[in-house]
């Protein structure tokens, strides 16, 4: 079974610069769409973690509006990672980043919390 695995979170000051990481070991397959989904403090149902990123096996990139310009998600040049730059963070960006993979995504469903796998969460801190 897929396994993933973040590091990266932290804390910072509004304005600040953070970058995720995400590595999947035990994959059967030769590539995995991959996405970053935050969940609000307080909030602990997986349907409430809110899509960020996400990347294709093509390489397309989808983002939420709310990040759009200022995260990106990469590969890296390992197989089976994920990187998610963030930057101009804002308070609003608290929260637990989970990473998450899949086989194949429907189209327009990128940013759906329905993966299969998932990591078990990197808190980020940002304060005003």
């Known amino acids: 079974r897929l396994q993933l695995a973040e590091s990266g979170g932290g804390s910072g000051e509004s304005g600040a610069s953070l970058t995720l990481f995400c590595a999947a070991s035990?994959?059967?397959?030769?590539?995995?769409?991959m996405a970053w989904f935050r969940q609000a403090p307080g909030k602990s149902r997986e349907e409430e973690r809110e899509?960020?990123?996400?990347?294709?096996?093509?390489?397309?990139?989808y983002y939420a509006n709310s990040v759009k310009d200022r995260f990106t998600i990469s590969r890296g040049h390992a197989a089976h990672t994920v990187f998610l730059q963030m930057g101009a963070l804002e308070p609003e960006d608290t929260g637990t980043y989970f990473c998450?993979?899949?086989?194949?995504?429907?189209?327009?469903?990128?940013?759906?919390?329905?993966?299969?796998?998932w990591g078990q969460g990197v808190v980020v801190t940002v304060s005003g």
């Open positions: 899509g960020i990123a996400a990347i294709d096996i093509y390489g397309n990139v």
């Open positions: 035990g994959a059967k397959y030769p590539s995995y769409y």
């Open positions: 998450a993979a899949d086989e194949g995504r429907a189209q327009s469903r990128e940013l759906v919390p329905t993966y299969n796998y």
